[in-house]
């Protein structure tokens, strides 16, 4: 705390705080004079695990490593000097879904990553080498990507063993693996009516043969003499109704909650969840690659 900050205090708390800054004064004089070193006061019980004060606080003595210390308690508070994770996405599809579901993705230090379809290369930078990035700068990772484009799966697979986060594959691709037929018709109408087109084009047509966004894609085009599906409408109207309806119509009630919603509503929450964990307990966090 900045010496203002200190002087601003009053009665009980300011009284409390200038008895321990004094403690601390007559603790460090006497290691200093004596040539020792005593152990931290929440410690004297030895209810701390050997490196326990460290992956907790960066440091068995935080004052002693500042830098490092402050990194951390600053994520326990929920302050970010930079991104405390990062979404990697296959497409303008998912990532202005999550945009629109995680409105305030930057406030909570999350930051979307538009791989342009091809998770191999985003501006020379190799996939793998972003994810030792992160774990350097102790970020968690998240992937989203489709089953179905091969060399996207064994990129993914082949760094999964170092990564810190969570990798969800779309089968067969994002629409179809986290919403149904039917649900993808209606917001599909709305969609063209948003156009300005005629909504009932979509709903009256037959769309059982279609089991992938491609197929859907195609057939869209075709009724509706229209331009792709892909794109930042279509990826916030999705967004919109999984956050109205964030339960799958075909997952079996009285299953855990988790095991009912959408796969990708289901990730989501995996980043509320990470804002209270520690990174250096996390498996993959000690690795190098």
């Known amino acids: 705390m900045k010496w203002r900050f200190r002087e601003a205090l ?6 409390s705080l200038w008895i321990r800054h004094i403690a601390e004064i007559v603790r460090r004089g006497f290691e200093e004079a004596h040539d020792t070193q005593w152990r931290e006061e929440d410690n004297w019980s030895g209810g701390w695990q050997t490196g326990g004060r460290e992956k907790m606080y960066g440091s068995e003595r935080v004052l002693d490593n500042a830098p490092t210390s402050n990194q951390r308690a600053a994520w326990r508070a929920g302050l970010f000097n930079n991104s405390a994770m990062r979404w990697y996405v296959e497409g303008e599809t998912e990532h202005s879904f999550l945009s629109e579901y995680i409105s305030n993705h930057r406030e909570l230090g ?4 538009d791989m342009k379809g091809i998770l191999k290369n985003r501006k020379g930078m190799r996939l ?5 990035n992160d774990r350097k700068h102790r970020r968690y990772s998240f992937i989203l990507a489709d089953s179905d484009k091969k060399e996207n799966v ?12 969570s990798i969800l594959l779309s089968s067969p691709d994002f629409e179809f693996h986290n919403f149904t037929s039917l649900e993808l018709v209606r917001i599909l109408s709305e969609y063209y009516s948003d156009q300005g087109g005629d909504a009932s084009l979509i709903l009256k047509s037959d ?3 279609v089991t992938n966004s491609k197929d859907m894609e195609k057939k869209y085009g075709s009724i509706t003499k229209s331009g792709s599906l892909k794109g930042k ?4 109207l999705l967004a919109r109704y999984a956050k109205k309806n964030p339960y799958h119509p075909e997952r079996a009630e009285g299953k855990a ?15 509320w969840q990470i804002r209270s964990c520690n990174y250096d307990f996390e498996p993959n966090s000690q690795q190098t690659t």
């Open 110 to 113: 999350i930051e979307l990553i």
């Open 257 to 271: 909650e988790e095991e009912r919603l959408r796969p990708i509503v289901n990730e989501i929450s995996k980043t």
């Open 233 to 236: 409408g279509w990826g916030e």
């Open 10 to 15: 009053n009665d009980g708390v300011a009284g």
């Open 154 to 165: 064994k990129l993914i697979q082949s760094i999964s063993d170092h990564l810190v986060g």
């Open 128 to 132: 793998s080498d972003e994810i030792e």
């Open 207 to 209: 769309w059982g043969e």
